[in-house]
């Protein structure tokens, strides 16, 4: 069983930079694939950034350029840096992971981005 925790969301002007991160627990793991997807209001689940097992990173085309994704293995935690944020990054930010090619799911933070 894996248990994931995002942090660091919150409320912040446009323009500015938050920082998430997804810290992973459980028994002895390796995990695969670890990614950020976010849900706006009324729209669906949409990807936003992948690194894979290998650390292959892969980007939404809306936020290349804008975010950066990174993990720290030793830690099973992944990181979201979002700088130059726009309002339309206002969302529920979540973490996602695989395992034994089981996907799991954080239960989400918000990012609120102000004009």
């Known amino acids: 069983q894996v248990q994931l925790v995002e942090s660091g969301g919150g409320l912040v002007q446009a323009g500015g930079s938050l920082r998430l991160s997804c810290a992973a627990s459980?028994?002895?793991?390796?995990?695969?694939?670890m990614g950020w997807y976010r849900q706006a209001p009324g729209k669906q689940r949409e990807f936003v950034a992948l690194s894979s097992s290998r650390a292959v990173t892969t980007y939404a085309d809306s936020v290349k350029g804008r975010f950066t994704i990174s993990r720290d293995n030793a830690k099973n935690t992944v990181y979201l840096q979002m700088n130059s944020l726009k309002p339309e990054d206002t969302a529920v930010y979540f973490c996602?992971?695989?395992?034994?090619?089981?996907?799991?799911w954080g239960q989400g933070t918000q990012v609120t981005v102000s004009s």
């Open positions: 996602c992971a695989s395992y034994r090619g089981k996907p799991y």
């Open positions: 459980g028994s002895a793991l390796s995990l695969e694939h």
